[in-house]
T-cell receptor, first 119, second 113 residues
Framework: AQKVTQAQTEISVVEKEDVTLDCVYE???????LFWYKQPPSGELVFLIR??????QNEISGRYSWNFQKSTSSFNFTITASQVVDSAVYFC????????????????FGQGTILTVHP | DAMVIQNPRYQVTQFGKPVTLSCSQT?????MYWYQQKSSQAPKLLFH???????NEADTPDNFQSRRPNTSFCFLDIRSPGLGDAAMYLC????????????FGPGTRLTVT
């Protein structure tokens, strides 16, 4: 079974601060994918990044960066110079290819981290 | 723009009165998913269609059914809604060829009175 843990339930920062959202995952599968999604107050889940288990390169996209470390089963997300528009719930998720494909692409979500960025 | 559309965005139904939520997509994705998200919780997968093949999660109540008449449309039917079924229902799609990111619709918030 898969499990994703986001230890931080809520984080509050002031605009322009850097903030890191932690994600730790558990799986016995050797091939898996990790995701981050953003859920603003409107409710729609917005895809941010996908990483496969064979690619441990860190990635930077604008103010967003991701640190994937298989040795610690972590996939942390950092927002640099946070802005008020970054306020949302952020979900880390895991997906594996199960035998027979009966759970194809099933996302196992963490509980989410509520990020509030104050002006 | 290609997208995932959910209608209605807000739905109010009475206890025990059947309700149908709809999802359509212009992405031409093979896989469609329905998630239930209760307040302050993570989305929980109810079932998904892999093309026309229906895959139910083991813990999805029988009260929840789904139909996929064609590639573009998928429906979630709640036969006898209870107060505990009040939630946000999210539809998502993805491509079949590999595990790709899922594209989510805006969701339908269901209230049961």
């Amino acid at each position: 079974a898969q499990k994703v843990t986001q230890a931080q339930t809520e984080i509050s920062v002031v605009e322009k601060e850097d903030v890191t959202l932690d994600c730790v995952y558990e799986t016995r599968d050797t091939t898996y994918y990790l995701f981050w999604y953003k859920q603003p107050p409107s409710g729609e889940l917005v895809f941010l990044i996908r990483r496969n288990s064979f690619d441990e390169q860190n990635e930077i996209s604008g103010r967003y960066s991701w640190n994937f470390q298989k040795s610690t089963s972590s996939f942390n997300f950092t927002i640099t110079a946070s802005q008020v528009v970054d306020s949302a719930v952020y979900f880390c998720a895991l997906s594996v290819i199960s035998a027979g494909g009966t759970s194809y692409g099933k996302l196992t979500f963490g509980q989410g981290t509520i990020l509030t960025v104050h002006p | 723009d290609a997208m995932v559309i959910q209608n209605p965005r807000y739905q109010v139904t009475q206890f025990g009165k059947p309700v149908t939520l709809s999802c359509s997509q212009t992405l031409n994705h093979n896989v469609m998913y329905w998630y239930q998200q209760k307040s302050s919780q993570a989305p929980k997968l109810l079932f998904h269609y892999y093309d026309k093949d229906f895959n139910n999660e083991a813990d999805t109540p029988d009260n929840f059914q789904s139909r996929r008449p064609n590639t573009s449309f998928c429906f979630l039917d709640i036969r006898s809604p209870g107060l505990g079924d009040a939630a946000m229902y999210l539809c998502a799609t993805s491509r079949r060829d590999s595990i790709r990111e899922q594209y989510f619709g805006p969701g339908t918030r269901l209230t049961v009175t």
